[in-house]
């Protein structure tokens, strides 16, 4: 069999209950699948085809399927791919740094058990934090005043003591971010700043800059969105045990939040992916699996620096995007509510490329729609608060079927320590909009108590859109990938029915 004509109809070899591997030709290292027998007939040809595209790819040392894998730009949406010596733009994606994060808030649950206190808190988060492609601070009252100074510091030093003091957000937060800060190709914010010197005439954000700055605080559209949770914290001692450790409360209040690097990120992913396709059709060289989206640089080049710079630069805004998203959060809560306190709980990735070490080397690992797990004693969390208990990951499902908070065990190394970042897509928007009944979706909205600020909740995020989360969730528990210490149960929900941006 030749790397020409392996098809994506490759059978998995199951290697346990939800682990297996798909083979590759070459002697290469076969890629990693995670997902039951279930979860791996959800992989479609397409899905495979990319993967197989991924590990295949030149530089590429291994890939990791995820359970909640579907088809997305060159390599798919929930896969892990590791290289020591090139970079690549679409297994990181075009939504640069989208991520999770989880405040929370010093609440019971019956503080929001009132639907008048739910609509209150709906509003007044509405009134801080916009949804939708394109609307920003202009688009509500409360928001902060970011202005073209603030935003330059912000892509250039990320969540740095003066920037997150000059927009309101508690400095301490930075503490609890996977990263709160990313560097330029050699370590430098300097490297950022001449970089964004050198962006601006070449007109690739210069005209655009301060009104993507001014997206700063809001949560954009498609999969993104923000959520009133109530914490069921697990009934064995370990999950109470690392609940603590992270600051949950059983039966307490949190907020969950979705988002990314809003339209700044996405022009400069749009823009890197344009210079490294002309880049490829200049001097012929050759795409893998003849897809545009998987255009690469060895690291080093100039083409690699200026990549990794961009990266940054949107990882950079989609950390202080969230951080300013959590701080408005808990100031709407504590209008509503006087005296309630906030404290952020984790904020991580899962579309970014950071350097680890993989199987004793230092790689770059890419991971689009998947997220790192660190288990307690990882040397990457030696000095954070979470070096004995490994760090919070933050699972998405659905507003129904609700949301896990999870904690990475010594099994994740099987999958460069990384786990999927939420469900993953069942249906595609359009198929969606076409087997799905709007009426339906909204009823069972009402008959579970759930409010939304949606007139009619986007056809295309329905839950039934969605892979069955509990057994997502069990393809990670049985591969002993991690184990679950929290589960969020929504109470409203945030959301917008624009086109996705990620």
Known sequence: MSEQTIQASTPFIPTGEATAMLPLPGGRRPVTVIGTEAIRATFDDGCLRQTINSAMAPGVSRVVLNPDAHVG?????????????HIYPGPVGVD????????ALDLPEEAVADRATRRAL??????????GAGRGQRNVTKSRLVTVDIGERVVTEGASRGV???????????????????????????????????????????????????????????????ECEVVSVGDNERARAVA?????????????????????????????????????????????????????????TPEADAYLDDMALGANFATVNHLLIN??????????????????????????????????????????????????GHPGLRGTVFEDVGHPILLPGNPQAGSAVMVAEAGASASCYSVNHGAGRRLGRKAAARELDQ??????????????????????????????????????????LASEVARLHARFVIKDGDKADD
């Open 164 to 226: 997150c003091e000059a927009l309101g957000i508690p400095p301490e937060w930075a503490e609890r971010c996977e990263d709160s800060a990313h560097a330029g190709h050699d370590g430098s914010a300097d490297a950022l700043r001449s970089r964004l010197d050198l962006l601006r005439p070449a007109g690739r954000i210069s005209d655009r800059f301060a009104g993507k700055i001014r997206q700063l605080g809001s949560y954009g559209g498609g999969n993104h969105f923000g």
């Open 122 to 131: 709906i509003s007044a988060i509405c009134e801080r934090t916009p949804t």
């Open 96 to 103: 640069i740094k989208c991520s999770m994060s989880l405040l």
């Open 73 to 85: 730009y060159g390599a798919p949406i929930g896969c892990v791919m590791s290289s020591p010596s």
């Open 327 to 376: 701080a408005l959060v808990l100031e709407a809560f504590q209008e509503v509510l006087p005296g309630v306190t906030g404290r952020l709980v984790y904020f991580i990735s899962h579309n970014i490329a950071r350097r680890e070490i993989v199987d004793g080397r230092m790689e770059w690992v890419h991971r689009k729609g998947a997220t790192r797990a660190f288990p307690a």
């Open 439 to 480: 009426r339906a979706i909204d009823q069972s909205f009402v008959d579970r108590d759930i409010l939304t600020n949606c007139r009619r909740y986007p056809i295309d995020e329905a839950p039934d859109a969605y892979k069955d989360f509990e057994e997502v969730l069990r393809s990670v528990k049985v591969a002993g």
């Open 244 to 300: 603590a450790a992270f600051g949950l409360r059983d039966r307490g209040v949190a907020f969950l939040s979705h988002c990314g690097s809003r339209g700044l990120g996405h022009d400069l992913a749009s823009g890197q992916f344009r210079a490294m396709q002309q880049h490829f059709e200049t001097w012929g060289i050759p795409l893998p699996g003849n897809d545009r989206h998987m255009v690469h640089a060895p690291l080093g």
